[in-house]
């Protein structure tokens, strides 16, 4: 390589590990000394050395065990959340330590279980590299800063998680979970009973819900019905009751793209909280500066703009980037932040598989295009570019078709009602 084609490539992201078995994070650090990551790994053996590195050299992302002696991976972020805020904190937990780490969401980025798989830990240091120039961007956070509140993390949310990861996790046990908020059930059986579901019968209980819809939809459902209940249903030019279909709709269509495309049962479920929460950003801006989101949607229909494109002309930046910033402030998984983030321009990741992102930008546009006589302003459109490097643009026909009968399918595809077939508890919260 000659030296001006060095010179050209972007400056390596630097990854701090911090571990108290030494040889552990050594290994961390070594699986990125690959010139074609762009990545340089360092290793600390405590969270006082870790600081003391990070004071004489800047460093992109901490990745740090939970569990140390004299400071744990929580404490050690804490500070480093405070010290150095633009650099990216990913936590390495046991499923276990779920419960601690929900009171300490705002320190962290992500979480990721151990023991680790050296590809996942790739793969989420990529997609953070995508992620920070969206989540860093300071009109981004400028405009993030002018919202009065930020509406909290779901404790609900959490426990259903929790009990999901027990050795013996329970459908009867979620259910009276989800029955502690009285609100929680009744808003959670008005969206499974509505139009958008299409089940045979009404559901009337959590247990009915959750025996037919299965957890993973339950978990998705606790944690969207938890957001969208924070903001004023009465909404200046804002149809709440339709931005709710929307996300329905989507979030179904999302997973059945991904189990059209035979992934994994996971990664479905991923793509359908996605599709649930893609739009939040909406919902945020409309209620928090309806005003301007107002100027925004005119601005659309006087200038036939997609409103992502009319958004970062009057805000300088989109809903998308608002939600994501909002759903990675609470360290839900970079595969769902980074779908919400990028689904109308997801050539801006640096991911190219079939997964969640690519699932719900299909599905955002397809839904758009089944609506379309409805909006005053041009729906969104697909990412071509994106879409031939994924190599599937020969299926758009099946998936139109498969759009068009979304109405008809049962959630999660064609399963049976649960009370012939119970769905099968997730093996992942």
Excluded at 37 to 42: I, S
Excluded at 152 to 162: C, H, I, Q, R, W
Excluded at 273 to 287: P, S
Aim: aromatic residues 6%.
């Amino acid at each position: 390589m000659q030296t001006s084609d060095i010179d050209s490539l972007p400056p390596k992201r630097r990854v701090l590990f911090v571990d108290d078995d030494p040889m552990l994070a050594r290994v961390y650090a070594m699986v990125l000394q690959d010139q074609s990551l762009r990545w340089e790994g360092r290793s600390a053996t405590s969270g006082n050395q870790a600081l003391d590195m990070m004071a004489r050299l800047p460093f992109d992302v901490v990745v740090a065990d939970l569990r140390m002696p004299e400071m744990t991976g929580i404490e050690l972020m804490a500070m480093v959340r405070k010290q150095y805020p633009r650099t990216s904190r990913i936590i390495l937990s046991g499923i276990r330590d779920q419960a601690e780490i929900a009171h300490c969401l705002a320190d962290t980025h992500q979480f990721i279980p151990k023991p680790v798989d050296l590809k996942t830990l790739r793969d989420s240091l990529a997609r953070i590299c995508s992620l920070d120039n969206l989540l860093l961007n300071e009109q981004l956070r400028a405009l993030v800063g002018r919202f009065d509140t930020l509406p909290s993390f779901p404790a609900l949310y959490m426990e259903v998680m929790n009990e999901l990861a027990a050795s013996d996790p329970s459908i009867v046990r979620i259910a009276k979970i989800v029955g502690q908020d009285p609100a929680m059930t009744a808003k959670m059986l008005h969206i499974v009973n509505s139009a958008a579901f299409g089940l045979p019968r009404l559901m009337s209980s959590p247990l009915e819900a959750v025996q037919y819809l299965g957890t993973g939809t339950v978990r998705s459902l606790v944690l969207s019905v938890h957001i969208f209940s924070s903001f004023d249903r009465k909404v200046k030019g804002f149809s709440i009751d339709d931005f709710e279909e929307h996300a329905l709709r989507c979030a179904r269509l999302a997973r059945a793209l991904m189990e059209s495309h035979r992934t994994e049962t996971a990664a479905a479920e991923d793509a359908y909280i996605a599709g649930m929460l893609h739009d939040l950003g909406k919902l945020m801006l409309a209620t928090s500066l309806p005003d301007c989101y107002q100027e925004a949607a005119a601005y659309a229909v006087a200038h036939q703009l997609p409103l992502y494109a009319a958004e970062t002309e009057v805000f300088g930046a989109t809903h998308a980037g608002v939600g994501a910033y909002l759903l990675g402030l609470w360290g839900l998984p970079a595969t769902i932040v980074e779908a919400v983030a990028f689904h109308h321009s997801p050539n801006r990741s640096d991911m190219l598989t079939f997964g969640p992102l690519a699932a719900v930008h299909l599905a955002n546009v397809l839904d758009g295009e089944q609506s379309k006589h409805h909006r005053p302003m041009p729906a969104s459109g697909f990412d071509a570019d994106y879409l031939d490097a994924l190599k599937v643009q020969d299926q758009l026909a099946n998936w139109r078709a498969l759009a068009q009968n979304t109405g008809e399918l049962h959630v999660g595809g064609t399963q049976t009602p649960a009370a012939a077939n119970p769905a099968p508890l997730a093996t992942r919260p």
